[in-house]
């Protein structure tokens, strides 16, 4: 009982400080800080302590509990594309809590509603619908960008991602760094916070690293080569895949694509392995 009145509290209070944030905080920051930069970075540091406070109740009122193994690697990352298995909507807030400020993410249009579109302002975050042009803009200064590439919650196997993660990191020859998340509560918090979230145990969420992705991976760079018209099987140079100083723009976005595919491809294989392996392994946290 105790613990069904704290879910109600954290995700009313959880609530309540977006409002608080879209409203009061956007204000002050309109008012008092003309920086475009100094407000960005200023709300996402507001922002991240909320989410730690907000996980920080969870985990000592027994709403969830969360054990991050990889939350100092976060918080030292600098320019790169941090990807991540989807599968609940409370998975944004534990990253975002370790990760440095100079972190943007990719929203869904939908989001734009209310006071969230305030949030997101302030926020600097970049709509689903943006060009890849748009996108480079705002990695600027080692930003990271954070992605599902799944584009919505982990339902199903295999999972299929979006090609925009491997698109941003081969043109922009960024590392992805690959986060896996695991829930032992499936269909915890898929669709909205009060839907079911009072369930019979504590839900436990397992953050882990799964390495650091070349933007050309090794085991894809014959068969690029083979699709880019490469001679006598020599095997692709990622600098010159991903910045090619000659050649006409469309066989240099030709083989931004294919690097990208194969990428996208090889990435899928391992979310979709460390998946099918954590079905009969669930999370343990403390």
């Known amino acids: 009982m105790l613990r069904k009145i704290a879910t109600v509290i954290a995700y009313a209070g959880f609530i309540a400080g977006s409002l608080f944030l879209g409203t009061v905080t956007s204000l002050f920051l309109f008012v008092f800080i003309r920086d475009p930069r100094k407000k960005c970075l200023l709300f996402r540091k507001n922002v991240r302590s909320f989410c730690r406070f907000f996980i920080f109740f969870c985990r000592h009122t027994g709403v969830f509990r969360t054990d991050v193994s990889n939350a100092r690697e976060l918080e030292q990352l600098r320019g790169s594309v941090v990807i991540a298995n989807h599968p609940s909507l409370v998975d944004y807030v534990i990253l975002i809590s370790c990760m440095n400020p100079n972190t943007t993410t990719i929203f869904k249009q939908s989001l734009r509603r209310g006071f969230m579109k305030f949030v997101l302002h302030n926020l600097d975050y970049i709509p689903n619908s943006s060009s890849l042009e748009e996108i ?76 650091t992705e070349n933007i050309i991976p090794d ?68």
Do not use: W
């Open 219 to 286: 085991t894809g760079a014959a068969d690029i080569n083979a699709e880019t018209g490469g001679e006598n099987g020599s095997s692709a140079d990622p600098a010159r895949t991903v910045n090619t100083g000659g050649g006409s723009a469309g066989s240099e976005y030709e083989t931004f694509g294919v690097a990208a595919r194969h990428l996208t491809k090889r990435l899928e294989e391992i979310y979709n392995e460390k998946l099918d392996k954590s079905i009969n392994s669930p999370p343990e946290c403390l």
């Open 136 to 211: 480079n803009r705002h990695l600027e200064n080692d930003a990271n960008l954070l992605i599902f590439p799944e584009g919505s919650r982990t339902k199903r196997l295999p999972v299929k991602f979006s090609r925009g993660a491997a698109q941003v990191a081969v043109r922009n020859r960024m590392p992805v760094y690959m986060v896996f998340i695991n829930c032992d509560t499936p269909g915890y918090l898929q669709h909205r916070f009060f839907s079911d979230s009072m369930t019979a145990q504590t839900p436990s969420f397992r953050v882990t690293p799964i390495g």
